[in-house]
């Protein structure tokens, strides 16, 4: 489950990024531009971390083994992220679902 949630985040964060890019490019130079490339960042920073984070986990599962305290601070580690990235995804989804109705309704997602 962690190998396809991970990057499933990723994707939706990078989806809503270059959404919002794209919707305020297509707006022109102002401030409508400027506060989707700065949205836009954070969610491609979101999606970047997201996936460097899943990539990373394989090797966190790959280190737990045994009964020692450390081994068992890292299967809770574990479990926070996922059920974190979850989290993230659902807003990601909510997110995509709002910016496809807005757009929808023929305006621009900021103005």
């Keep these: 489950m962690v190998r396809i949630l991970f990057p499933l985040v990723s994707a ?11 919707d305020g490019v297509r707006a022109g130079p102002g401030k ?16 970047s971390i997201g996936f460097f984070v899943g990539r990373h986990m ?4 790959a280190a737990i083994s045994g009964d020692s305290p450390a ?16 989290g993230l995804g659902l807003v990601m989804v909510l997110s995509l679902t709002a910016l496809a ?7 621009h997602v900021f103005g």
């Design 12 to 22: 939706l964060c990078w989806a809503n990024a270059l959404i919002v890019a794209g």
């Design 32 to 47: 409508v531009l400027a506060i989707s490339l700065v949205v836009a960042s954070i969610y491609a920073l979101l999606g």
């Design 58 to 61: 394989t090797r966190l599962s």
């Design 71 to 86: 081994a068992a601070a890292l299967r809770g580690l574990r479990v926070w992220l996922t059920i974190g990235a979850a």
């Design 101 to 107: 109705q807005r757009l929808g309704e023929g305006s």
